[in-house]
């Protein structure tokens, strides 16, 4: 196979040309010689995470014996809850053991197959010198080969499993949601409204609504973090540049001049920092608030029908748990 190394550094966005590309040609990790290895790590990972989410539907479960046992003044349910959590934290240690060592694994497998390829494909028919000697318009092949190939395979990995927990989390706990929770009556004025799954719904709108400001507040934070790093780019190149320009700077009587450059280009660095620091201040207004709500939230939805007696304190517990971790997936 014949590689063609190419300066994509100025795309912006998800070029799906590339990304087919780049799929077709690191499949072969799945396919090749290393088949065996890649698909043991791989099923192997999604074992744990299999295992994983049972442990999460345990420790759900738990909260709603545990909480139960307690309403009920239950002390030898209580004890054995509290014996039994034990065991659920042993469990949650050794599946996350088990899942970081499966997926460093399959990242370094993966990045080594990747890598090896593309030092043949380099070293082939003298091609590294050849792209030298040339003076080929791809810049840094040797930083590409080690970083690049990094950046394209730990990333993309990590991505894949915080769909897949995330859409495993979604309809595990959607169910409990639905089941448990039931349906709500509202009775307004002499009519009185019936909502299905009020706690699914809930959890549903109150997570799209939060996925929907938090990008909208943040939106400008990325722009003003993108030019921070450019101002810090900039700010290093004039020193790398009065570093190797030292002998005429002296001799031109030149250091005024160089200072002025210097601080001017840190002060543009200062200027968009402190935009940084303003658009973060208005997104942690939102997390923050998120973060203090979503505990609270599932309660008080959970609140008429505990209060009406149609749900006990343990299930009320559990249905909070399902929320949060909807959440999460969401």
């Known amino acids: 196979m014949r590689v063609v190394f190419e300066d994509t550094t100025q795309q912006a966005g998800i070029d799906r040309t590339i990304a087919f590309q780049f799929m077709r040609y690191t499949r072969g990790f799945w396919s090749g010689p290393t088949f065996v290895t890649a698909w043991i790590l791989t099923l192997g990972l999604a074992g744990c995470l299999f295992l994983k989410l049972l442990?999460?539907?345990?420790?759900?479960?738990?909260?709603?014996?545990?909480?139960?046992?307690?309403?009920?003044?239950?002390?030898?349910?209580?004890?054995?809850?509290?014996?039994?959590?034990?065991?659920?934290?042993?469990?949650?240690?050794?599946?996350?053991?088990?899942?970081?060592?499966?997926?460093?694994?399959?990242?370094?497998?993966?990045?080594e197959w990747c890598t090896a390829r593309l030092l043949d494909s380099w070293l082939a028919n003298q091609r590294f010198y050849r792209m030298t000697a040339t003076d080929s318009a791809m810049q840094n092949p040797e930083y590409r080969i080690s970083d690049d190939i990094r950046m394209a395979t730990e990333p993309?990995?990590?991505?894949?499993?915080?769909?897949?927990?995330?859409?495993?989390?979604?309809?595990?706990?959607?169910?409990?949601?639905?089941s448990v929770g039931g349906?709500?009556?509202?009775?307004?004025?002499?009519?009185?409204?019936?909502?299905?799954?009020?706690?699914?719904?809930?959890?549903?709108?109150?997570?799209?609504?939060?996925?929907?400001?938090?990008?909208?507040?943040?939106?400008?934070?990325?722009?003003?973090?993108?030019?921070?790093?450019?101002?810090?780019?900039?700010?290093?190149?004039?020193?790398?540049?009065?570093?190797?320009?030292?002998?005429?700077?002296?001799?031109?009587q030149g250091e005024a001049h160089a200072r002025g450059r210097l601080f001017s280009n840190y002060a543009n660095l200062v200027r968009t920092w402190l935009l940084v620091v303003k658009y973060h201040g208005y997104i942690t207004w939102v997390t923050n608030s998120n973060g203090a709500m979503i505990p609270v939230v599932p309660l008080l939805?959970?609140?008429?029908?505990?209060?009406?007696?149609?749900?006990?304190?343990?299930?009320?517990?559990?249905?909070?748990?399902?929320?949060?971790?909807v959440q999460v997936a969401i």
């Open 301 to 325: 939805l959970c609140a008429p029908k505990y209060l009406a007696g149609e749900l006990s304190l343990g299930e009320v517990m559990q249905l909070a748990s399902a929320f949060i971790q």
């Open 183 to 252: 349906s709500l009556n509202v009775t307004i004025g002499e009519t009185t409204f019936t909502i299905p799954a009020f706690m699914l719904l809930g959890a549903i709108v109150y997570g799209v609504t939060m996925s929907t400001i938090i990008p909208i507040v943040g939106k400008n934070l990325s722009l003003a973090a993108a030019r921070k790093n450019e101002a810090e780019a900039k700010f290093r190149f004039e020193m790398i540049r009065l570093r190797e320009a030292s002998e005429s700077i002296i001799m031109a």
């Open 55 to 111: 442990v999460d539907v345990a420790t759900n479960r738990w909260n709603r014996w545990f909480f139960d046992a307690l309403e009920n003044k239950d002390a030898v349910s209580a004890g054995l809850a509290a014996l039994t959590f034990l065991v659920l934290v042993i469990a949650v240690a050794a599946v996350g053991v088990g899942i970081v060592l499966t997926r460093e694994r399959l990242q370094v497998r993966w990045r």
């Open 156 to 178: 993309l990995t990590d991505f894949a499993i915080m769909l897949f927990t995330a859409f495993l989390a979604a309809v595990t706990f959607a169910g409990i949601l639905w």
